[in-house]
């Protein structure tokens, strides 16, 4: 479809020419006003040209929007902008007999301000707009080449997961009553996750939680899940597969560890997991019977500090996140904590590039699963641009929560566009969740396998290693790294961790 723009203000006419962001300017202002009439934005090239005076060169551009009526007239304060629509029939044409193309509309709740936002939930934003630019035009190496979900352009709804489960409850409702979100994919903390577990059951709205690990979404709040599905390793292989490195690194010269994790689900679940899992790899070790629970974001660790200076353990276990974690570190550092216990950081990587040289080097940092630093040189082509696209972008390396964000949206994609392929049309809601349960898909780097909770959980590799500062990166880095397959630090499908890790983990495959 052809479509003239009229710009009746000389000088608006000329400041539009004479900028090299003339399409900043004219993009957004298009967008907003087609929005405002409730059109949508989809794969239809529609070409632009602006009609000027007499003698200038012409210009054209080509952009991308779903156009529902011929003719309107769009105001702004010094320019009037005139969409005249022509070649009707070539829309046709191109439309099947309408203009009107239709998107996936995705709601992405993230930590957008507070203490969780500049370490996890920015670059988790982040990686969800790379992913969905990568998908959206194409640009993405095989499997996952083609454009779209099934065909269809993502439009991303990204809000704040700030505020707690009553009021993300609220948000989720308006998401999909309101906003007719098609689904969710995203969620950070396990309280927001344990929160709207079952209201988006009840809801009916396909979730892909990217990020949260508490076991206890599907082994204790529902048990019979449809609509809800996580993308990554929960909080239990990601603590096993740490003792397992403690037991193969270092297995002599534990004396004991100690603990300080924050105060709700995630918390309390990874310090059990890792208590349990080392009284049967570790069993000469024990554990410091005063772990230290702070309040979630608290900030101050003052106390918690002065605890873990004096007991007697020589491990640190802790599964901070976010703003605790840099001000924790940044406290610790300053007192030589470092120096004097061996740290077990679970989702340390996360602050590794915000710190840079301040994050502590010899210590374990974990991933909870094949992202981040823990596969910055694999050559697998998806993570190689992933790794290459994100540095342009934004000029700083992917870390975990970009990664696994993206990695929601991966499995979107694979599961539309398989559902798509057996419908021979754009699939259901039902047959989009037919395909990705129980799915084995290509990611960055390796497979996530749907494994566990009735093919809704799904388990991938762990990897650790220690901490080292490459001069020549100008980053932090990993060494001596030990992958564990997901079979080795996940329980059996049908078993809770729970269970499985008081009966000695029986059934792991090493």
Request: charged share 20%.
């Amino acid at each position: 479809m052809f479509f003239f723009i009229w710009m009746d203000n000389p000088a608006s006419r000329a400041n539009f020419f004479r900028s090299r962001h003339s399409d900043a300017i004219l993009v957004p202002l298009i967008r907003k006003n087609l929005a405002a009439l409730g059109w949508t934005f989809a794969p239809i090239s529609i070409m632009f040209a602006v009609h000027q005076p007499k003698g200038w060169n012409a210009k054209s551009k080509i952009y991308q929007f779903t156009i529902g009526r011929s003719l309107m007239t769009l105001g702004t304060t010094k320019t009037t902008l005139r969409l005249v629509g022509a070649a009707v029939a070539g829309a046709v044409a191109l439309g099947g007999g309408t203009a009107l193309a239709q998107t996936v509309k995705i709601g992405t709740p993230s930590f957008l301000t507070g203490a969780a936002a500049p370490a996890f939930g920015i670059p988790a934003k982040k990686g969800a707009e790379l992913i969905v630019r990568g998908i959206n035009n194409g640009e993405l190496p095989a499997p996952y080449n083609n454009s779209g979900l099934a065909g269809r352009q993502i439009e991303l709804l990204v809000y704040d997961e700030a505020g707690g489960g009553t009021k993300q409850v609220t948000e989720l409702r308006n998401k999909v009553q309101k906003d007719n979100v098609d689904a969710i994919i995203g969620i950070i903390s396990s309280g927001t996750c344990a929160a709207l577990t079952k209201v988006a059951e009840e809801l009916k709205v396909l979730t892909i939680q990217t990020v949260c690990g508490t076991p206890r979404v599907f082994e204790e709040i529902n048990k019979d899940p449809k609509y809800v599905f996580r993308t990554i390793n929960h909080a239990t292989a990601n603590n096993v597969s740490a003792a397992r490195y403690l037991a193969a690194k270092m297995k002599d010269k534990v004396k004991g560890f100690a603990g300080i994790n924050q105060n709700y689900a995630w918390g309390q679940d990874s310090w059990r997991d890792f208590e349990l899992a080392m009284k049967t790899l570790i069993p000469a070790a024990k554990a410091s019977t005063k772990p230290q629970f702070p309040k979630l974001f608290s900030g101050q660790y003052g106390t918690e500090i002065s605890a873990l200076s004096r007991s007697r353990e020589n491990i640190v276990h802790s599964s901070f996140w976010g703003g605790d974690l840099e001000a924790f570190i940044g406290q610790a550092s300053a007192r030589g904590l470092f120096k004097r216990k061996a740290f077990v950081l679970t989702v340390g990587e996360t602050v590794a590039y915000r710190l840079g040289k301040k994050f502590p080097q010899g210590i374990m940092a974990g991933t909870r699963g094949p992202y981040g630093m823990y596969v910055v040189d694999d050559q697998t082509p998806l993570n190689q641009w992933f790794q290459r696209e994100y540095r342009k972008a934004y000029g700083s390396p992917p870390s975990q929560p970009a990664y696994q964000y993206a990695q929601g949206f991966l499995a979107a994609k694979y599961a539309y566009d398989k559902a798509a392929k057996a419908a021979g049309k754009f699939p259901s809601t039902d047959q989009v969740i037919a395909e990705l349960r129980g799915a084995t898909f290509p990611t960055f780097v390796g497979n996530v396998k749907m494994g566990l909770s009735k093919g809704h959980q799904a388990i991938t590799d762990d990897r650790w290693g220690v901490t080292a500062w490459d001069e020549k990166r100008g980053e932090v880095v990993v060494k001596d790294v030990v992958v564990f397959p997901p079979e080795c630090v996940n329980p059996p499908d049908g078993v809770g961790s729970i269970e499985w890790l008081k009966g000695g983990m029986k059934g792991a495959s090493c």
